[in-house]
């Protein structure tokens, strides 16, 4: 459970990316942050697992109060909170594997690693965790041999051998074309839905954030201005979060998957 | 040239829109003015182009040798004895492959972790990476014939201060490459790997290295190659291999056997170029 209390952002510049942010994220939860570039969405999402520490307020994940958690003990609870990238963030060089190992990096010790030796159990789970995301066959092929959605889909599967309870999206399909885009959002509702991992995720695409997510959280501005179901999100509250009305259209990303077969 | 410098403006469907000044073209006139300025420095009736002695240098380097008889005829040595010499060279070039190899390995090995600690984007604390950094700028100021000196002062001659002064160098050269390197890699996976609760060792080892490690198999190699160049001038401080050999040519002035030390050591250097190339093609297909 993720719970926010008063949560401010302020940058070293003087910029306040987040102000006043208060939320509770339930367990299982399928999240969609939504808003104008610059409002404040990667922010808050960086502030969840502490890769962006908060100003002031009180955050809490999992119980811990992450503002008060050391080094080691940050680490201990990042290695159970999955992220996903729009750039995807591989290391481009290495295999397939080798970059999904890299989820199982915080449960071995620092000299394993420096020797690049990984239990065969973690190998294990890597390849169960490709499988997930139905690339098991790509497992030994260097990452830059793969297409963009193929990439994201590695990226996932490394969250995955993390074991996580939450995974981190940062506009997860931004880079990725209509089709691909669609397979990677099937991939995360069956995450969510059959491992009751929780997904917290950052969408350019309004459409895509409706169709997906169980829940919306709308920023604009570094402040929440919509915290609400799908249900509840129509065109007056799309106004809110976009400072104007938005057509059907720029809904982006407009392709309904039965349309294309 | 008045247009040459203005601010150019462009007119397009009735809006104005200014293109700024780029500064390139002063720092292009500046380096110009700078570089024939430095002609009326010098003194050009010293200048004499002799052409002919730079023929007559590389017929004496590479042809055998020349005698003067008694009726001051001149007779050359045979080719064989030309051949010989140079097959003879490889006990002092291999004491020099050696001495060069150890020393960039060692040079090499303490050069990786020392340019991850100069690197701005691995190491936050500005303060310790320009101490780094002017450490490496000191040591590279000392010429690698002083360095030599120096341990050769202290160590006596022999293979021991060669290396020392090779390993000194290949650090100092290898560091400064590194860092610069390092200074511009995607940083997207080292922040994958920090949100997978990694530490600082683990991000270096799974997200750093992989994306440096082909370079610095080029950058050691290259660096193998200065160090095999650079050991004819540590012959002169008596770090023994090819480099003595070498000199005891020059001051004997035998130039057939420095043409000689030349051929072979530019054959080892076309060696080396053509296992850099292995290597390099190699490591891109595996990893």
């Known amino acids: 459970m993720i719970k926010f209390v008063h949560v401010n952002k302020v940058y070293p510049n003087g910029f306040q990316a987040l102000t006043d942010i208060n939320l509770e994220i339930q367990d299982g939860e399928f999240v969609a942050i939504i808003g104008l570039s610059g409002a404040g969405k990667s922010t808050l999402l960086r502030t969840i697992n502490k890769m962006i520490p908060i100003t002031s307020g009180e955050a809490y994940v999992d119980g811990n109060d992450i503002s008060k958690l050391n080094k080691k003990e940050l680490r201990m609870l990042r290695r159970t909170i999955g992220m996903v990238f729009q750039s995807f963030n591989l290391v481009k060089r290495s295999s397939v594997i080798n970059n999904v190992l890299a989820g199982r990096v915080a449960y071995n010790s620092t000299l394993s690693t420096m020797f690049g030796i990984f239990p065969k159990s973690d190998k294990m789970l890597a390849l169960e965790a490709l499988d997930k995301v139905n690339i098991l066959e790509k497992a030994f092929v260097r990452a830059d041999q793969l297409s963009g959605g193929q990439q994201q889909r590695v990226a996932l599967a490394r969250a995955l051998s993390q074991q996580p309870h939450l995974i981190l999206a940062d506009e997860p399909v931004a880079s990725l074309d209509p089709i691909t885009t669609l397979d990677v959002m099937d991939d995360f509702k069956r995450i969510n839905e059959s491992m009751k991992i929780t997904i917290i995720a950052n969408m350019h695409h309004v459409d895509l954030a409706l169709q997906y997510a169980h829940r919306i959280i709308g920023l604009k501005e570094g402040k929440i201005v919509f915290d609400g179901p799908v249900s509840a999100v129509n065109d007056e509250i799309l106004l809110q979060i976009y400072g104007r009305p938005i057509s059907e259209k720029e809904k982006l990303g407009v392709v309904e998957k039965e349309a294309l077969v | ?287």
């Open chain 2, 1 to 287: 040239m008045k247009h040459w410098f203005s601010t150019k403006t462009f007119e397009v469907n009735g809006k104005t829109i200014r293109q700024p000044f780029g500064k390139v073209k002063i720092y292009l006139l500046i380096f110009v003015l700078f570089f024939v300025g430095s002609f009326a420095f010098i003194n050009t009736d010293q200048f004499v182009f002799q052409i002919n002695q730079l023929f007559k240098i590389i017929e004496a380097l590479f042809r055998p040798r020349s005698f003067n008889d008694i009726h001051g005829n001149t007779t050359y040595d045979t080719w064989a004895h030309y051949f010989e010499y140079m097959w003879n060279l490889r006990h002092v070039l291999f004491y020099t492959i050696k001495m060069c190899f150890i020393g960039t390995f060692v040079g090499s090995v303490f050069a990786i972790p020392f340019s991850l600690f100069c690197a701005n984007n691995v190491n936050s604390n500005h303060w310790v990476v320009q101490i780094a950094r002017a450490i490496l700028n000191f040591i590279r100021t000392i010429p690698t014939l002083v360095i030599a000196l120096i341990a050769v002062f202290f160590l006596g001659l022999g293979y021991f201060p060669g290396i020392i002064a090779i390993s000194i160098f290949s650090f100092s050269i290898l560091s400064k490459m590194l860092y610069e390197v390092i200074e511009t890699i995607d940083m997207g996976p080292c922040e994958a790997l920090e949100s997978c609760g990694a530490n600082k060792l683990k991000v270096i080892k799974l997200a750093i290295m992989p994306q440096i490690m082909p370079i610095i198999w080029g950058y050691v190699l290259y660096i193998f190659e200065i160090n095999i160049r650079a050991s004819v001038i540590l012959g002169y401080v008596g770090a023994g291999g090819i480099g003595q050999e070498m000199q005891d040519a020059m001051e004997l002035r035998r130039y057939d056997k420095v043409g000689a030390i030349l051929i072979v050591l530019m054959l080892l250097v076309m060696v080396l170029q053509f296992v850099v190339g292995k290597v390099r093609g190699h490591y891109d297909e595996a990893a």
